[in-house]
């Protein structure tokens, strides 16, 4: 079974351009977080969604930022306008329903704003 | 809300000395315990998990972490360390609520670099 993927791995982008990162889930799986890996940040929750609930969208750090999940399955993260403190690694992990809930990440999009 | 809080940012050491690395949250219900680790190029991966039971979980490459409830912690060890121990080190809190479908909250990594 493959795992999550993401794409594009590498992104470069001109500063005040819209940018848009996918994901693809592990299949059947329920959940789907979408993180930002910033130098000396750690890992910062940005949104999870939960099957058909309402997105906890809580990390969103502004309006620019929204993201949507299609028919349950793929998820893309999209950067209005975008900043050069946008510049970072944004990862997608996926889980299964269960309370145990271990995430398998993706292998992340590197975002460079310049 | 809940919090997770890893205090050391960095560490250094040589091989073979013992590892700790500390984590404690803030959550005063039931939790699920993670460590998960990103070796050099790679994708963060799970290392080990706590749910209920033995409060002393093994997980791969001879880690282990201790739950101590009393003291919110969840703190990692491994007894000898290796050169390919080096890595970031992210805990994790899940609160266990019935359902399960709960945020997953990381701390913010911990560095380790591993000397020959």
């Known amino acids: 079974g493959a795992g999550v993927s993401q794409s594009p791995s590498n992104k470069v982008t001109e500063k005040g351009k819209d940018v848009e990162l996918r994901c693809d889930p592990i299949?059947?799986?329920?959940?789907l977080y979408w993180y930002r890996q910033s130098l000396g940040q750690g890992l910062e929750f940005l949104i999870y969604f939960q099957g058909n609930s309402a997105p906890d969208k809580s990390g969103l750090p502004s309006d620019r930022f929204s993201a949507e999940r299609t028919g349950g399955s793929v998820s893309t993260l999209t950067i209005q306008r975008t900043q050069q403190e946008d510049s970072a690694v944004y990862l997608c992990?996926?889980?299964?329903?269960?309370?145990?809930?271990?995430?398998?990440f993706g292998p992340g999009t590197r975002l460079l704003v310049l | 809300a809940q919090s997770v809080s890893q205090h050391n940012h960095h560490v250094i050491l040589s091989e073979a000395a013992s590892l700790e690395l500390g984590c404690n949250y803030s959550y005063g219900g039931t939790v699920n315990l993670f460590w998960y680790v990103q070796y050099p190029g790679q994708h963060l991966q799970l290392l080990l998990k706590?749910?209920?039971?033995?409060?002393l979980v093994k997980g791969i490459k001879g880690f282990e972490a201790e739950f101590i409830k009393s003291k919110f912690s969840f703190n990692l060890r491994k007894p000898s360390v290796q050169w390919s121990d080096t890595a970031e080190y992210f805990c994790?809190?899940?609160?266990?609520?019935?359902?399960?479908?709960?945020?997953?909250?990381f701390g913010t990594g911990t560095k380790l670099q591993v000397i020959p």
């Open positions: 299949s059947g799986h329920t959940a």
């Open positions: 994790a809190v899940n609160a266990g609520n019935s359902g399960g479908y709960q945020k997953v909250t």
């Open positions: 992990a996926s889980s299964s329903r269960g309370r145990l809930e271990t995430q398998y």
């Open positions: 706590y749910f209920s039971g033995d409060p």
